[in-house]
T-cell receptor, first 112, second 112 residues
Framework: ELKVEQNPLFLSMQEGKNYTIYCNYS?????LYWYRQDPGKSLESLFV?????AVKQEGRLMASLDTKARLSTLHITAAVHDLSATYFC????????????FGDGTTLTVKP | DSGVTQTPKHLITATGQRVTLRCSPR?????VYWYQQSLDQGLQFLIQ???????AKGNILERFSAQQFPDLHSELNLSSLELGDSALYFC???????????FGPGTRLLVL
């Protein structure tokens, strides 16, 4: 059974600082998603990572995937208040295309 | 606005009842996914349809069923409702099933 572990679950940062959110998973997968959710809102897709070594960047967020280590990271550079949200990773099941398992989410608070 | 619509936005009903949630995907998207988000169980994948056919199945209860119609909209039917079914239900769509998923605003279900 695929298990996905995100850490930390809660993260309080100062504006301007850098930090990394980690997403570990237990079985082989060829796709990993990162999503953002604002309080009371829906999910917004941030990145889809499809291969080992994949790196994608959008603004102050950069995501990478190491399929051999079964690890993805979401790096935040020079955080700003607008990045405050909950971030989820989701890992696709190789044996059941379309099915994905989510991490518990990381709630990020960026303080001035 | 993701282009995915869901109705209704809110639904309050009683235990034992049956409800239908509706989702219209983005124009041109063939794949529809259903997810449940609750405090107890987090985000869970329920089911995926692609061009009218079931493509992947997740942790969907037998009391729940879904279908995708020829015009590509989808419905999620929840029956014999229990208190624990109270949750946010999201649908998402993608063009082929491997790329970015676009989420609808969700339906908040409260079972009393």
């Amino acid at each position: 059974e695929l298990k996905v572990e995100q850490n930390p679950l809660f993260l309080s940062m100062q504006e301007g600082k850098n930090y990394t959110i980690y997403c570990n998973y237990s079985t082989t997968s060829d796709r990993l998603y990162w999503y953002r959710q604002d309080p009371g809102k829906s999910l917004e897709s941030l990145f889809v990572l499809l291969s080992n070594g994949a790196v994608k960047q959008e603004g102050r967020l950069m995501a990478s995937l190491d399929t051999k280590a079964r690890l993805s990271t979401l790096h935040i550079t020079a955080a700003v208040h607008d990045l405050s949200a909950t971030y989820f990773c989701a890992v696709a099941h190789n044996t059941n295309a379309g099915k994905s398992t989510f991490g518990d989410g990381t709630t990020l608070t960026v303080k001035p | 606005d993701s282009g995915v619509t869901q109705t209704p936005k809110h639904l309050i009903t009683a235990t034992g009842q049956r409800v239908t949630l509706r989702c219209s995907p983005r124009s041109g998207d063939l794949s529809v996914y259903w997810y449940q988000q609750s405090l107890d169980q987090g985000l869970q994948f329920l089911i995926q349809y692609y061009n009218g056919e079931e493509r992947a199945k997740g942790n969907i209860l037998e009391r729940f069923s879904a279908q995708q119609f020829p015009d590509l909209h989808s419905e999620l039917n929840l029956s014999s409702l229990e208190l624990g079914d109270s949750a946010l239900y999201f649908c998402a769509s993608s063009s082929s099933g491997r790329e970015t998923q676009y989420f609808g605003p969700g339906t908040r279900l409260l079972v009393l």
